[in-house]
């Protein structure tokens, strides 16, 4: 889904750890996190930065309590699942923080005559939609999503952070390097003649000349089972 350059949906993405270091340096796993606390946390810690920074005001205490009020659950939080190839996360991070806020594709069409601007997007109902502005107000818009000079959009806390990877790195380089133990599901086939189980041998898949390209997978002939 695109931004439609009409509103911008203030967000953040946070990478943490699955447990953490007790002050005598000993790993403690946490392999499962309840989404509905994550939530309240989320929106615990914002609304008291937010809070900090306003001024002191009758009216700004309301906003801040209608808030809490209205969103018992917590604010919005999608969780993903855990990462697996650190290189494609990098990779997804640097073009994140790097990419337009929209791409040159989605502009589909200029006329220099009325300098009108026509680009498409995504909505809520993933229908395609176009709008059509002129060029001055769509550069308008466009660059109100360029980030500040020097404003920093990473930040690094807790085991991330230099200070602390300094200090603890004995402990977390030899955890970096663990696998994370994958568990993979054996699909398993019965024959519909005798009912025992069926062993892949092999596969073939069309040439796209009307025959086959037939895959060995190197099966014993003399095995029992069915194939």
């Not at 818009?141 to 952070?161: A, E, F, H, Q, T």
């Not at 092999?202 to 089972?225: F, K, P, T």
């Amino acid at each position: 889904m695109g931004t439609s350059l009409t509103s911008y949906p203030t967000h953040v993405h946070v990478l943490f750890t699955e447990g953490g270091l007790t002050k005598g340096g000993v790993w403690v796993p946490v392999s499962f996190l309840e989404y509905g606390v994550l939530r309240r946390i989320w929106q615990y810690q914002l609304l008291s930065m937010v809070r900090r920074v306003l001024p002191r005001s009758l009216e700004n205490k309301r906003l801040i309590d209608r808030l809490f009020v209205e969103h018992k659950d917590g604010f919005y939080v999608y969780a993903k699942r855990r990462v697996s190839r650190p290189r494609l996360i990098a990779a997804y991070v640097g073009r994140y923080l790097r990419h337009p806020a929209i791409a040159e594709s989605r502009i589909s069409d200029f006329n220099v005559e009325t300098n009108m601007v026509t680009y498409w997007f995504f909505d809520e109902h993933k229908v395609k939609q176009f709008v059509t502005l002129h060029a001055f107000e769509f550069i308008d818009r466009l660059v109100r999503l360029i980030p500040d000079k020097n404003l920093k959009l990473i930040r690094y806390y807790g085991l991330y952070s230099r200070r602390t990877m300094g200090v603890l790195q004995k402990v977390l380089t030899p955890l970096s390097c663990e696998r994370v133990p994958v568990v993979r599901k054996r699909e398993v086939i019965c024959c519909s003649n005798c009912g025992r189980v069926m062993v892949l041998v092999g596969v073939s898949r069309s040439d796209g000349e009307g025959g086959l390209i037939y895959y060995d997978w190197g099966a014993n002939d003399d095995d029992d089972d069915c194939w």
